[in-house]
Each structure stands twice: as structure tokens, then as C-alpha cells.
């Protein structure tokens, strides 16, 4: 240890720039140098042998720095030895805040080296969203500007690594500028800035793309290295826009492999490692689901396959990247042989890291090649006794993957085994969660999952998932299809939680005493020679343990209540009153006295608590009861509700706070006729760093002329006349309770291969044959079901809800009844359709007979006043396509223009006869295109766009003369779409020649651009046959124009805090209003007013998420400023935007 000590401190001097010896020219013999103080300082904490003398020591030591640092006569030169010693106490972990600020005036007044300890001292000190940065983004400005190479790197460094977000706009076209400088370290550091740019705020760098692509191409490899962390981000969320790469990326990569690259970028005679695994990522990416593209893969991953053959750490990471590309992309079957073979060496090698790694590249192409797990079955299950437990961990999750209806009780075995053995809270919340999972979908029979289910909760404590409790009981309330099955499980689940309950001072974890508490008090009348007396005593004698918590007593107490409901009297109920009413807690109190109350009354306590009843709750979220309250105190004169947030801003603004906002071009005229008190007004915008100058010139040169114009905007808001007002009733509907999302997938029967007869071990038959119950399945001629693929075997527990038509009748009184507001922000929502597809399982499917009169005529009218009220196969539609963007443009609705890529569209040849019903005709709808097809069946799709939802309707055309047999079409679940009642249609006979359709809402769950809503139709003819299918949603499908007024406008303006803002620049011939009617045909934006150089304009997201836009122009510039009550719509609606105002 010493000796790193001493290499250390005699390596500061050149790190730090400190050439000259202590007592040169300009110091005494007294003089210390700052590498010896500093070294004094390492020295001294290394000679320590407790804390709490480092303590002491770092205490002291930051006590003399802070004197030093705040005496005004400290020079800039000593300033720069105290940072030094300063960094070095935080990294130790010691705060020294006190030297932060002195840190940013190091880096704004001094010399070069100065200049270098202050940026580093403030890179380690801060980060992004500390107040402090702010000031130093006019030092960052000056140094980007500067003519000296080494500022501009350490400026071009301080962006990348920490920058506040709303800033950016502030140094983006100086670091755009910097992108064609001569210097490739000057274009490398800038690239690494955009790149961080990108990751904290990709709308703001959306608009030099191109150069990004300059970069790429960069004659300098440093350059080009830095722009591919850009492309894999990017790629990531868009694959398909940067399929035109392909070529480009897979040339860089024959050429790294090649060794064309500098020996500078050679690590351990690897040309490029970590640039081949950039690569390597991007190429995968790019080639999911795409043969075409995959072919220009194929010759450079089989080079990298062949040339990674040094046995090094980093080849090995290169080969396990090339392995998950080839398993990615459309595979060819010479690279699958040479990947299954590396993943070989990898599984039986006797390293460790090299193991897991082979474990880890298993799972993840198991899915591909159930065949691999079979061929290294016997050292999968060595690795399952393997000392290492990272290893057991990832086998575990190799078998997770490979799990089907005939192994499921073994792995599962397995995977108890290792919970109860580990004590790490990831490891028990990862696979708890995973054996629920597969306990729900593959349970062979009632008794089994009960008893797993026990184990699960036991094992899993208090730190498992609550949502494994939660999805259980409503498992058990809502049941599935067959009522004698739910009893069952019903019964058996009491029966098990009876037996649990018999041994006194047993300690359950209290997740796992509410799920009792709750099943026996729900479903004890089940039982019918057991005496619910007997169910209470347990109860109260479980109350009354110590290591229950109040949480749990209540659960208790609930079930006991639901149980004294159903006998005449009870000796232990009324002795629980009589406890608990002088109780201490004063929520057990509150029970016990309840209690009392409803047992004087036994009728009304078996109204109010009847059996099996708890599907039958329905929870008003939104708290819609409390609406005519509202709406009386609004027309009384109370003030709105204001948000937590917004409270806290008016208060910093009345104590006149600091403003962190950036500050907007002074327009002295306007700014007094501003209606946005409080807040900054939109008209305040900053046009952004393109516009120089001084702003005093600006402000008088282009200042508002108001003469002659009407006065709308006053001291108190905006001034409209009393007779103009129009108030809009506010209608909204409870959202639907989310469901359970389940997925599956099957995957090809392969074949076993043979076994050979070889005389074996004890030991050695007791693997084979644990080998023979864990892979049962994957080799035989039944279906393999694999994790995370969608698996046509018929699901144990298969729920059904209980609660749709209690749901649909519920909503529609809460719509009937819905008191109006003075103040609408939204505007009226009638649920023309609602009942369309919401009443109704199956979805009200329609049949379409092949010989049906519905048939289009010839002609088609393209007429922009009208909606295409019929969709079909005439070949005169196929060169036209629906204009989604162009819907809800109020009267004016262009509905059809030449298509450009537009998806694939139904084919002619197919003699069917598709049509929308008619009440959905009317609607703005798509083109019917296909979305999947063999020779015996196709699926089709179109895309309708009501007031208040997305309907996606569906038609499944049978082609065979023969009739088709349990057609099922299921959706995969996703993050981004939510589908209302169920993720499946099912058609139990489709005719021969016919046609079958139904009808899914379709809401947008997370907020994103663009997302894909995947999944698979599976028919029964001679065989199973399985097909997969994919559509794309974009944001614009679930933007909905919102109509209110100005002053509306104003008030919702305030209440929002959530922001963003761009600039755009305007060609000549543009205006104000040509651009506002851009974004209002293509997004479906309603403007509500146009006021000389400025516009507003409102939307929704469906279903009722509202967003404003601010638009104003100035000198060739349009401002767009959007808030929302949603954080994320108004970064992804602005993106949107800039794509039109981009094609426009």
C-alpha cells in the first residue's frame, strides 16, 4: 500500500501541472508547493488507524481550507491548491459545499491551469440540476467562443458531463458549429455533447440529425466512435428510420475487423473491441424482423465470429455480442451452427465468468433454439448445485424461460429451494415474482397452486411485490370459466389457511396474514360443517400477537365483521367489543365500536356485507360524487384548487425568490397588456441563441404597436364582454380498472435425440434423471412454451371479469349524472360507440357473408367535405391512402391524398367483401389493410377515430372451403397501449367463406411517438397453425381537438407546470396563420384565438389529458411553448410538431 502511495504522490506533480520546485523564483524558503501539502495531506490520513481520526483530521483540515478560501487576499494560484485539496476530501466523502462557489469563480478568472482545476472541481462537486450550475453557463458561453483550443475542450468536456436541461438552447449552435471544426478532438468533444444532449433532452437536438449522420462519416475514428453512441440510442427507440444505414455500419465493421483501424485502438491486439461491440449492437438492432436487411449481415458477422478467437476477457465479450446479433436478426443457418458452438465452449468451460456468460447467452437464444438447452441439459443441471450463486441465479433463469406445463412443478421446486436459501431482498422480490407467474399460468390443478402460492407468501415476506397478493385475490374473486373450478379453489384455500391457523405463535409474514384474513372472512360460508365461531376464535387469537401490525389487525378485523354478519350471536365477538373499545389505537377503537353498531341491526349488516360480493365494488377514483359540491362552491366565488406546486411557486414569488427561468427578449409595450400574472407570460418566450444583439434594440425596433387595437388583455386576465361568454359542460368518464395482461407464444415440437445406453452412477442417473422432469417438453412432439412468447396451450387459471356490466352501468349513470361546471376545460364527450364494445365479451362480432351486397361502387369520391363512409377492395383505392393527420379539422376533413409508404393495403385478388358497420362508417377511419394471411386465413385491419376513443376493428377472412375451428386473436401486452376488456377475440366456428369482425378500444398507456402494438392469430384446420401480426400507433392517434375559450385558455395556462419550448424558423412566405393551420390539420389542434403576432391552441390526449400550445412569431422565428398537467405529452406533441413544421 505504501508503495502505490508514493507512485501517487510523485505522479501529482505532472498531473497537476506543477513543474517548479518549492522554493523557486517568487517563493521563499518557506514557501510550501502544492503537491507537498497535498501529499502532506494523503500522507497523514494514510498513517491513521481509525474513523474517527479521519474524521477529525478532514474537519480540520476543511476548517483551515474554509479560511484560506474566504480571506480576500488568497491568490488565484493558492486558490488552485486548496481545490486541489478539496476534491480529494469529498471523493474521501466529506461535504464541502462552502467551496463550491469559490470552485465556479476558479473556473471563470483564471489562467489555463487554473481554468482546469475549477472545471474539474466543478464537474465533481455538482450535479445537473444544482442551482449552482446557472452561473456557470455564461463562463461555458465565453470558453466556447474562445480561440483557444484547450478552453474550448474543457468547455466542450463540461457540457457532456453535467449541463442544466433548460439551458441548452443557450450553447446547442455554438457546439452545432463546433461539429465542423478543423480539429477532430474539437468535433469528438462536441459529439459527446450532443450526446448527452440527446439523453436528457432529445427534442432539442432533433433537428441536426443530418449532422449527426456528417459525423458518422468523419474522417477521424475518434469522431465517428463518438456519433455511434448517438445511433445505438437512436436506433433503439426507431429502428425502422436508420434501415438506410444498414450498409454504412456493416462497412465500419469490415473495416474494424479488419485491422484498418490505428494500433492506437487496439486493446490486447483486439482492433476496436468496444467499438465492434457498438457496432455489433446497432447491426442486431437493425436486423430484427427484416430478411433483407439481415442479408448484409451475414458475411461481417461470420469475419467477427472467425477473427474473436484470442482467448482474452475482451474477445469474449465480443463473441457473446455476436452471438445475441445473429440470434436477433432473420438467422441464416451457417452463423446459427458457429453461434450454438460458442455458446458450447462458453457453458462448459470451467471459468467461472465464462460460464455465466454461456448461461446468460443460453437464455437469452433458448426462445430461438430449445435444442441448445437439451444439448448441454446435464451441465445446466450441475450449475443448479454450482458454489457460486450468480450462477445458480442465472440457470434459474434459464429454466424460468424454458418453463411448460410439464416441468412447471420441478422448476418451481427449484426456484423455492433457492429463495428460502438466499437473503437477498433483489433475488426474493425477482423470483418470488416469477413463481406466481408461472404458478397462475401452469398450475395443474387447485391443491398445487394453493400450496405454492403459501409457500410463495412465506418465503417472500413483506419485501415481495404487493402486486402478487393483489393479483391473487382478485384471482380468487373474479375466478375463470368454469364455477365448479372456483369453488374448488375456493374451498381448498380456506381449508389450507384453517390448517395454517391451528398452531398457536406461529410467526406469518403480514402480507401473508391479510390474503388469510381476507379469503376466510370472503368465503368461509364454503366450509359446511365447520362453525364460523370457531373461524373468529382463530382470528381473535391471532389478533392479539404482538408482531401483528395495525395494517394487518384491520384486515382482521374486516373479515371477522363479514363473519359476524352470518351468525345470530358470537360470545368471542363480543368480548373482541369489549376489548378493543377502551383500545389505545384509535383505528382499533374505530372497528371495535363499527362492529357493535352493525351486530345491534343483523339485517342491515347482511345488506351492507353480502356473500361473494367483492366484484361487485366499483371505486369512483376521480371522486365524481364530490362534482355538484364543486360546481356549487366555483358559483359561489371560491377560489379553483391549485396544485401543491403551484402553491409552493406563488409563495417563492411573493418572497421574491431567485428566478431560475431563462430570461425572454424584453417587449416593454406587451408586457404590460399580459393577462399571465404570476408566472412568466407566454409572450415572453426566448427566440433562442440564433437571435444576437442587444436586446434593448430589439425591444424597441420590433415592441407590439397596439395603436388601434382592441384592448383583450388586462391587469386582472383577459377582458372578454359578458354576452360573448359560452360555457361548455365538462363531461368525463371514470377510466376502466386496468386488467391483467397475459401473454403467450408456442414455438416449433422439435426432436429429441437419441440417448445412449452407458452404464452410470448413482449419482449420474439421479441428473439424468432430473434432467429427464426439467426438459420434459422441449424435445418431444408437444408444445414447448417458452417465457415471453406467446403459447397456445390453454391457461389454468383463465379469468374472466365479473364486473364489466356492473362497470358499463355504473358509467353511464356517473355520465347521466354529472353536474356541469361553470368552467369546462374540455368539451363535450358523447359515448356514441361506448356501448359498442364495452357491453359485450365478444365485441359484438359481425359476419361478413363472401356474396354480401356490400360491395364498393366504382367510383369514389374524393370530396374533402366528406368522410369516407365506405371501405373495400376496389382497385381504383389502391393508390391512395387516409390522411390521419388531417382529421377533426373541424368541418374540413381531408381524407384521402396519394400515398407515399403507406402500409400494405388489402389486395384485390382476395375476393372478400370488407366493410365497417355502419354506425362506425361515418367515423374518420383508415384504409382496411392486412395485416397477416396464409392460404387458409388473413386478418385485416382499419383504424377508426371517434370523439372518444381509437377503435381498432378487426375482420378475420376464412379463404378454405372448410369451416375453421377456435380461431383465437390475442394481443400482446405492452407498456405503451392498453386494450379495454380483454387482450383476445375469439370465434369458436368461422364458415367456410366468411368472414368474422370485432371491434378493441385501443388507449394510449405511456406516452411515446410512435409504438408497436404486436400480437398473433392461431386457427385449428388439420393442425395448429400460428400468425404473428404487428400495427403501428402513433401519438397523432389519440390527439383530439379541445375547444374552450380564451379565458379558459388563461386560467388552464396557470394551473399547468409542466413545459417545454422550441424555436423554428419561418420561411418568407410563411405567416402566423399558415402555420397554425399546418399543426391544426396534421395534429388535430383546435385554435381558440389569434391575437396579432401570437396564437393559442388547445388538444387532448384521450381520453380526457389536456395540453396548450403558445405559438408567436418574430423576425422569421416561430416560438412554440406547450404545458400540459402531463409531463411527458408535451415533449412528445412537440416533437410531433417539429416533424410537421420539418415536411411543411
Given at each position: ?266 486493446y490486447h491486439s483486439v482492433p476496436a473491441p468496444w467499438l465492434q461491440i457498438q457496432l455489433l449492437r446497432i447491426l442486431g438492432l437493425l436486423g430484427k424482423d427484416d430478411p433483407r436487411t439481415s442479408e448484409l449481415m451475414y458475411e461481417v458477422l461470420d469475419e467477427s465470429l472467425r477473427r474473436a478467437e484470442i482467448n482474452h476477457n475482451i474477445t469474449y465479450a465480443i463473441l457473446f455480442e455476436c452471438v445475441q446479433t445473429i440470434y436477433t436478426i432473420c438467422p441464416k443457418s451457417d452463423l446459427l451452427e458457429k453461434a450454438a458452438k460458442c455458446i458450447g465452449k462458453f457453458v462448459l468451460s470451467p471459468k467461472i465468468n465464462l460460464k455465466y456468460l454461456g448461461l446468460k447467452a443460453l437464455t437469452y437464444v433458448v426462445q430461438q433454439d430449445p435444442n441448445l438447452a437439451l444439448q448441454h441439459q446435464m451441465t445446466i443441471i450441475e450449475c443448479l448445485d454450482h458454489p457460486d450463486p450468480i450462477i445458480k441465479r442465472e440457470t434459474l433463469e434459464l429454466l424460468y424461460r424454458i418453463t411448460n406445463g410439464q416441468n412447471i412443478t420441478i422448476i418451481v421446486q427449484k426456484m423455492l429451494d433457492y429463495v428460502r436459501q438466499s437473503k437477498e431482498e433483489y433475488t426474493i422480490i425477482n423470483l418470488t415474482g416469477k413463481i406466481a407467474e408461472l404458478a397462475e399460468k401452469y398450475a395443474p390443478d387447485n391443491e398445487w397452486f394453493i400450496q405454492t402460492m403459501n409457500a410463495v407468501f412465506l418465503v417472500g415476506g413483506d419485501v415481495m411485490h404487493p402486486d402478487i397478493p393483489n393479483n391473487f385475490l382478485r384471482l380468487l374473486a ?667
Open positions: 500500500m505504501s508503495d502505490v502511495v508514493e507512485r501517487t504522490l510523485s505522479a501529482l506533480p505532472g498531473l497537476l501541472g506543477q513543474h517548479d520546485p518549492a522554493g523557486g523564483p517568487g517563493g521563499g524558503p518557506g514557501r510550501v508547493s502544492a503537491t507537498s501539502r497535498l501529499g502532506g495531506l494523503i500522507r497523514s490520513i494514510t498513517a491513521l488507524t481509525s474513523k474517527h481520526e479521519e474524521e477529525k483530521l478532514i474537519h480540520q483540515e476543511q476548517t483551515n481550507l474554509k479560511a484560506t478560501i474566504s480571506a480576500p487576499t488568497t491568490t488565484l494560484r493558492l486558490m488552485k491548491e486548496c481545490m486541489v485539496r478539496l476534491i480529494y476530501c469529498e471523493m474521501l466523502g466529506y461535504e464541502s459545499s462552502f467551496g463550491y462557489i469559490h470552485a465556479i469563480k476558479l473556473a471563470q478568472q483564471g489562467n489555463l491551469l487554473e481554468k482546469r482545476v475549477g472545471y474539474l472541481a466543478v464537474s465533481l462537486f455538482l450535479h445537473e440540476n444544482h442551482e449552482l450550475l446557472l452561473l456557470l453557463v455564461n463562463t461555458v458561453v465565453k470558453d466556447l467562443q474562445s480561440t483557444n483550443l484547450v478552453e474550448v475542450c474543457m468547455a466542450l468536456t463540461v457540457v457532456s458531463q453535467i449541463f442544466p436541461r433548460e439551458m441548452i438552447p443557450a450553447v446547442l449552435p455554438l457546439i452545432e458549429d463546433k461539429l465542423q471544426h478543423s480539429k477532430e478532438i474539437i468535433r469528438r468533444k462536441a459529439v459527446q455533447a450532443l450526446y448527452k444532449f440527446y439523453l436528457i433532452a432529445p427534442n432539442q437536438v432533433q433537428h441536426i440529425h443530418d449532422k449527426f449522420r456528417k459525423a458518422l462519416c468523419d474522417r477521424d475514428v475518434g469522431v465517428m466512435a463518438a456519433s455511434l453512441h448517438i445511433y445505438l440510442q437512436m436506433v433503439k427507440e426507431n429502428a425502422s428510420g436508420y434501415k438506410d444505414l444498414t450498409e454504412s455500419f456493416v462497412t465500419i465493421l469490415k473495416q474494424v475487423v479488419g485491422g484498418k483501424l490505428p494500433i492506437d485502438f487496439n373474479e375466478g375463470f370459466d368454469d364455477e365448479k373450478e372456483d369453488g374448488q379453489l375456493r374451498l381448498y384455500a380456506v381449508q389450507s389457511y384453517l390448517s395454517l391457523l391451528e398452531g398457536e405463535d406461529t410467526f406469518y409474514p403480514q402480507k401473508f396474514i391479510q390474503v388469510m384474513s381476507w379469503v376466510l372472512g370472503e368465503y368461509f360460508y364454503l366450509i359446511n360443517d365447520g362453525d364460523p365461531e370457531i373461524i373468529i376464535t382463530k382470528l381473535y387469537r391471532l389478533l392479539k400477537q404482538t408482531f401483528v401490525t395495525s395494517e394487518t389487525k384491520a384486515w382482521i378485523m374486516s373479515a371477522i365483521t363479514k363473519m359476524a354478519s352470518r351468525i345470530p350471536c358470537s360470545k368471542t365477538v363480543d368480548k373482541l367489543i369489549q376489548e378493543f373499545s377502551t383500545s389505545l389505537d384509535t383505528c382499533m377503537r374505530q372497528y371495535a365500536f363499527e362492529l357493535k353498531h352493525l351486530c345491534e341491526n343483523k339485517e342491515l349488516m347482511k345488506n351492507l356485507l353480502p356473500l361473494d360480493a367483492s366484484c361487485e365494488t366499483v371505486v369512483d377514483a376521480s371522486l365524481s360524487f364530490l362534482d355538484g359540491y364543486v360546481a356549487e362552491g366555483l358559483s359561489c366565488g371560491a377560489a379553483p384548487y391549485k396544485p401543491h406546486h403551484q402553491r409552493q411557486e406563488e409563495k417563492l414569488s411573493q418572497e421574491k425568490a431567485l428566478n431560475f427561468e431563462p430570461y425572454g427578449l424584453s417587449f416593454t409595450s406587451s408586457m404590460s397588456s399580459s393577462g399571465f400574472t404570476g408566472r412568466q407570460s407566454p409572450a415572453g418566450l426566448s427566440l433562442g441563441s440564433d437571435m444576437s444583439g442587444n436586446s434593448a434594440e430589439i425591444g424597441q425596433k420590433d415592441c407590439l404597436k397596439l395603436d388601434g387595437v382592441r384592448k383583450l388583455w388586462g391587469k386582472e386576465g383577459y377582458l372578454p364582454k359578458k354576452e360573448n361568454k359560452t360555457g361548455k359542460e365538462d363531461k368525463t368518464q371514470p377510466a376502466p380498472e386496468d386488467s391483467i395482461l397475459v401473454g403467450h407464444v408456442d414455438d416449433p415440437p422439435l426432436i429429441q435425440p437419441e440417448q445412449q445406453v452407458v452404464s452410470l452412477s448413482e449419482e449420474e442417473k439421479e441428473k439424468q434423471q432430473l434432467a429427464s422432469t426439467l426438459f420434459v417438453g422441449l424435445g418431444t412432439s408437444s408444445t414447448v412454451s417458452l417465457m415471453g412468447k406467446a403459447d397456445t396451450m390453454t391457461q389454468k387459471f383463465k379469468r374472466k371479469s365479473k364486473i364489466n356490466e356492473t362497470h358499463t352501468r355504473e358509467e353511464a349513470s356517473s355520465i347521466q349524472n354529472f353536474a356541469t361546471l361553470p368552467f369546462s376545460p374540455f368539451p363535450d364527450i358523447t359515448p356514441n360507440d361506448k356501448e359498442n364494445f364495452q357491453g359485450n365479451e365478444h365485441l359484438e362480432l359481425r359476419k361478413v357473408s363472401l356474396n354480401s351486397s356490400e360491395v364498393l361502387e366504382a367510383s369514389v369520391s374524393l370530396d374533402r367535405s366528406q368522410s369516407l363512409t365506405e371501405a373495400g377492395l376496389d382497385e381504383k383505392l389502391s393508390d391512395y391512402r387516409l390522411s390521419t393527420s388531417s382529421l377533426f379539422a373541424d368541418s374540413n376533413i381531408e381524407v384521402l391524398q396519394p400515398s407515399q409508404s403507406a402500409p400494405k393495403t388489402v389486395a384485390n385478388k382476395v375476393s372478400l367483401s370488407l366493410c365497417l358497420p355502419e354506425e362506425l362508417a361515418d367515423h374518420p377511419h383508415s384504409e382496411i389493410v392486412e395485416l397477416c394471411s396464409s392460404d387458409v386465413l388473413t386478418v385485416y385491419s382499419c383504424k377508426v377515430w371517434t370523439d372518444d376513443c381509437s377503435l381498432l376493428v378487426l375482420f378475420v377472412a376464412n379463404k378454405s372451403p372448410s369451416p375453421l375451428k377456435t380461431v383465437n386473436l390475442v394481443f400482446e401486452s405492452t407498456e405503451h397501449f392498453k386494450i379495454f376488456e380483454n387482450l383476445s377475440c375469439h370465434f369458436p366456428v368461422i364458415e367456410a367463406q366468411s368472414i368474422e369482425s370485432c371491434r378493441k378500444s385501443v388507449q394510449l398507456e405511456k406516452i411515446c411517438t410512435t409504438g408497436i402494438l404486436s400480437g398473433f392469430v392461431s386457427y385449428h384446420l388439420d393442425m395448429d397453425t400460428h400468425l404473428e401480426f404487428s400495427l403501428i400507433f402513433s401519438l397523432s392517434d389519440f390527439i383530439r381537438p379541445m375547444e374552450i375559450t380564451t379565458e379558459d385558455f388563461g386560467k388552464l395556462w396557470l394551473s399547468f407546470s409542466n413545459d417545454v419550448k422550441q424555436n423554428f424558423k419561418m420561411s418568407p412566405q410563411e405567416s402566423l396563420l399558415i402555420a397554425l393551420n399546418t399543426l391544426k390539420q396534421k395534429l388535430k389542434l383546435h385554435i381558440v384565438e389569434i391575437i396579432g403576432n401570437e396564437g393559442l391552441a388547445a388538444c387532448r390526449l384521450l381520453p380526457s389529458v389536456p395540453c396548450l400550445l403558445h405559438c408567436r412569431t418574430h423576425a422569421r422565428t416561430l416560438s412554440l411553448w406547450l404545458r400540459s398537467s402531463c409531463s411527458a405529452l408535451p415533449d412528445s406533441l412537440l416533437y410531433q410538431c417539429q416533424k410537421v413544421m420539418e415536411e411543411s
